[in-house]
Nanobody
């Protein structure tokens, strides 16, 4: 069992930067690929980024590529999402997720993840 807890959300202005974190506890963190998803009111949960177990490979949604970066610290059991040049359309609840496999195959599909955090709100004002 893996428990995930997001932190670092908040209210920022367009163009600002923000980093959200996901702390993992429980077993098997080192072999889990992990990802970030977001959900805005009235919309489906959307893939944002994913990182493999080692941190050497990552994937990004087209809407955030070049502005967001994903990383992980397997010593601290923590994953990060650094968000730069934030836009109002980035406003959403951000969720971290972990999957039982280590790679990034189908990483953009929410149902491939086994564990989810409770989410952290990110609001970007114009």
């Amino acid at each position: 069992q893996v428990q995930l807890a997001e932190s670092g959300g908040g209210l920022v202005q367009a163009g600002d930067s923000l980093t959200v974190s996901c702390a993992a506890s429980g077993r098997i963190f080192l072999t889990n690929a992990m990802g970030w998803f977001r959900q805005a009111p009235g919309k489906d949960r959307q893939f944002v980024a994913a990182i493999d177990w080692s941190g050497s490979s990552s994937e990004f949604a087209d809407s955030v590529r070049g502005r967001f970066n994903i990383s992980r610290d397997n010593v601290k059991n923590t994953m990060y999402l650094q968000m730069d040049n934030l836009k109002p359309e980035d406003t959403a609840i951000y969720y971290c997720a972990a999957r039982s496999r280590a790679d990034l195959i189908a990483a953009e599909i929410p149902t491939t993840y086994n564990y989810w955090g409770q989410g952290t709100q990110v609001t970007v004002s114009s």
